[in-house]
């Protein structure tokens, strides 16, 4: 498959500058979910700055119907 690279970095929020993955985004699914975590896309821009990407922190933004 071709990885749509430019593509997805008009699309990706990740504010951590230093990331070797932004716009490869099986790479950040397959390192995020291995941290018990989720990219952050899933996240609104403001959640996301918090760098708290955990499967929790996003429970609690759905529950509070932030997402």
Known sequence: MECKKEVNLKNCN????????KGICCDCVDYHLKQRQLPACFFPKDAEKTYNRSFEHFASLVAKRLI
Do not use: A, E, K
Not at 14 to 21: M, T
């Open 14 to 21: 990740c504010s951590y500058n230093p990331c070797i993955r």
